[in-house]
């Protein structure tokens, strides 16, 4: 992850789970912003379990003001992000799929929300 995204890291947690942080994923047009970081966590199961929802800077809105489609405000690690509950719509396969086509993923969903 870190060879394709500079500054990308995954922060172990002592409950067994990872936080996922991907700083500067540049947005298309009809976003507030050029660039978010983008955060999730990982299941203690991963990579057989896939990620699942992930968060971006608390600010982020769609162009004009506008809060995303099934989106909010959570805490992760006790700082307020605007959580996505956008969920992946095909079959995940340990064996093929990893961080970065999680990654990929959000990065459509950027695209497809305008």
Do not use: K
């Amino acid at each position: 992850m870190q060879e394709a995204r500079p500054g990308a890291q995954v922060m172990r947690r002592p409950d067994g789970t990872a936080i996922v942080v991907v700083p500067g994923v540049a947005l298309p047009a009809g976003w507030s912003h050029q660039h978010t970081c983008v955060r999730w966590l990982l299941s203690p199961a991963y990579p057989a379990a896939q990620p699942d929802c992930f968060y971006t800077d608390l600010d982020l809105r769609i162009s004009g003001g506008a809060t995303p489609t099934n989106t909010g405000v959570q805490q992760l690690d006790a700082q307020p992000l605007l959580w996505f509950s956008w969920h992946l719509q095909v079959a995940w396969r340990p064996g093929r799929d990893d961080l970065l086509t999680y990654l990929r993923f959000v990065e459509l969903r950027f695209i497809d929300v305008r």
